[in-house]
């Protein structure tokens, strides 16, 4: 039975347990509207206490993430030390909230290296009583260097990554932790950072420039504290009361009129789906997750699934304020308190009436990507989700092909080299971002409602949103053996089991 069937038949059917779904405790669930989370109105506070969510400055000028300093010192090389530590930040006035920091700030500082560069980041876990990791979001490392919750580091301990960026490599990635049973509460608490590896020879112009926007989303209760998970985000996975971009609350930059700007933009949020336009400005989508596209592409709007990335060449041509702002998309919410997604103000891009230095022109053509060739193998993966009463509380589950995740189980063997066709088939109330470790893939195919359709474009992806009731079909090829995640990028469903593992063999 789906999630809405069971509320919807006021949580009065009993459903078979597993040992894998996730205990969710249901005292005073008789007055579920009073509960944090279970009731309120659109837009009202998701968890925070009742007095509502905390005001946040806005219009502060926008703050490029600090850069992490590559000790090195030589070429071909980035060396550099990743703490992962409590710390303390001041999102609004008067009040310091206890966060979780890569070395004191959140997001953390942004990492950038160059194709062909090998990279070695110490890690060093200082959360108290919590396992941790790296997980190098998209990237092309290693098995053993992934930082999976095969490979999790205690708590004081440390460890070293190693990888070698390859060629080709040049993309948007990011990197946070990936402890089992913990990741969802480390991010959202403040553990996520860019990582932008660059291409040796970069075709968009270096006028354009190249920023960063890190989009997370934010709930602060009334004494300034981060309030824990309720029950509605265990089912929809967590929405914050506010988005911030690079930690701040609807930033400023200011442009000069004419001016062409490269924007990466990441989700890194836990659950927040970010449908995007900008009003009073053009967007060209330029690349995606994996790096850049074969040719530009206009757009109106943009979509971002959580963990999904996007790269944008904005033409600021007219004079006076051109805003980001979010649009509405239904994704399958579920209980009382949607929250407001429609038109939030992200950035606001301050252009001035002087027109500034003629800008070179963007290139028809931007590199060449190669369609990975007929399939080998094909797999079907299906997203259902599951809710049980008992005794002492309801037990929710988010499954892949009928199981919840077990860490002692390999799900898939795959062979290293070979192309596979996954059909990634949402039976689900909801919509489910797709995420794959250790490769990019290439999407071929959507269909919904009987109806099916192509991508606007070829690209390389390690994340993609498969809507309710939609079959997403995609080529993948993994070129490093060992034992790979796959899973949903919505946190908490990670958590309550809809991950499993690849087992690439050489």
Request: charged letters at 20%; one cysteine or more.
């Amino acid at each position: 039975m789906h999630r809405r069937g069971f509320l919807a038949a006021g949580l009065a059917t009993i459903l078979s347990g597993s040992r894998a779904l996730a205990q969710m405790k249901m005292d005073g669930m008789s007055d579920m509207d009073s509960m944090p989370g279970m009731g309120g109105h659109a837009g009202h506070d998701m968890g925070a206490m009742s007095n509502g969510p905390a005001a946040l400055p806005e219009g502060e000028a926008l703050r490029e993430l600090p850069m992490l300093a590559n000790e090195a010192g030589q070429p071909g090389l980035f060396k550099a030390r990743l703490t992962a530590a409590p710390a303390t930040a001041r999102f609004a006035a008067d009040q310091d909230t206890p966060i979780l920091a890569y070395n004191g700030m959140s997001p953390g500082p942004l990492i950038e290296a160059h194709e062909g560069d090998r990279v070695e980041i110490a890690f060093a876990n200082r959360i108290e009583g919590e396992q941790s990791t790296i997980h190098w979001h998209g990237m092309p490392v290693p098995a053993d260097q992934d930082g999976n919750p095969m490979d999790p580091v205690a708590a004081g301990a440390e460890r070293a990554y190693a990888f070698e960026l390859p060629e080709g490599s040049a993309g948007s990635y990011w990197y946070h932790p990936h402890p089992h049973g913990k990741t969802a509460e480390q991010v959202y608490r403040g553990l996520a950072g860019a990582f932008v590896v660059k291409a040796k020879a970069d075709p968009v112009p270096a006028a354009y420039g190249d920023t960063v926007l890190m989009f997370t989303d934010l709930r602060l209760a009334a004494d300034g504290s981060m309030p824990d998970n309720t029950m509605i985000d265990q089912m929809n996975g967590r929405v914050g009361d506010h988005v911030l971009v690079n930690g701040q609350k609807n930033p400023r930059l200011a442009v000069a009129m004419g001016s062409k700007r490269r924007l990466r933009l990441y989700n890194a949020t836990n659950a927040r789906f970010l449908r995007l336009a900008f009003d009073g400005a053009a967007m060209t989508i330029i690349g995606t997750d994996g790096g850049l596209l074969e040719k530009p592409v206009a757009a109106e709007e943009i979509m971002l699934s959580p963990a999904e990335r996007i790269e944008l060449v904005v033409a600021f041509d007219r004079p006076g304020a051109a805003t980001l702002t979010t649009l509405d998309y239904d994704r399958g919410w579920m209980g009382a308190g949607r929250p407001a997604d429609a038109g939030l103000t992200l950035l606001t891009v301050d252009v001035s009436q002087t027109p500034g230095e003629a800008m070179p022109p963007l290139p028809e053509r931007l590199r060449p990507i190669a369609p990975l060739g007929r399939p080998a193998v094909s797999r079907r993966l299906v997203f259902t989700e599951t809710m049980a009463m008992n005794a002492t509380g309801m037990e929710m589950g988010f499954l892949i092909n009928g199981k919840a995740f077990d860490m002692e189980r390999v799900d898939i063997v795959a062979r290293a080299g070979e192309t596979e066709l996954w059909e990634i088939v949402n039976q689900a109330d909801m919509d489910h971002p797709f995420h794959v470790h250790g490769t990019q893939f290439q999407v071929i195919e959507h269909e919904r409602d009987g109806k099916v359709s192509k991508p606007p474009y070829l690209a390389w992806k390690d994340t993609v949103n498969v809507a309710r009731g939609e079959t997403v079909r995609l080529l993948l090829r993994q070129e490093r053996p060992g034992p790979r995640m796959y899973h949903c990028h919505i946190l908490e469903h990670e958590q309550l089991g809809m991950m499993g593992i690849v087992d690439v063999q050489a």
